[in-house]
């Protein structure tokens, strides 16, 4: 069986022997049926296919706070559109969100990296639903 270009077995790989072949959610349909044969894309698409601005994109990159992955090929910055599937499906996944005054090691943490305790939080919990 010949793989043609824009098929979504050449875009997420064919499962290798004794893998489970994963079923791809509606979301990650939708984007490879907006952007054919693509498997990144540039991050000015990914931000306005999350309803993020740009240059909010930009700042949230060099703060560290960018939800997504991204790459750097060159100087463009692309996100892969699996990767964006994903982030955009977990936005509508119940989150269980820690409430309560922050803990002085969450403090310590949050200081030692540069963020808030709320985006230290908002990280943590990107880290574990993608896990």
Do not use: W, Y
Request: glycine share 8%.
């Amino acid at each position: 069986m010949a793989i043609e270009a824009g098929d979504p077995q050449l875009c997420l790989g064919t499962p290798h022997q004794g893998e489970k072949r994963h079923d791809m959610s509606k979301t990650l349909q939708i984007l490879l049926a907006q952007f054919p044969g693509a498997v990144q894309i540039p991050l000015a698409n990914a931000a306005a296919a999350c309803s993020i601005r740009l240059q909010t994109a930009r700042n949230q990159l060099v703060a560290g706070t960018f939800p997504i992955r991204t790459v750097k090929i060159g100087r463009r910055r692309l996100v892969r559109l699996d990767d964006l599937a994903a982030f955009i499906d977990g936005l509508f996944a119940p989150q269980k969100i820690k409430l309560g005054p922050s803990l002085k090691s969450e403090r310590l943490q949050a200081k030692a990296r540069g963020v808030t305790v709320k985006q230290l939080r908002a990280r943590a919990q990107q880290e574990g639903s993608a896990q």
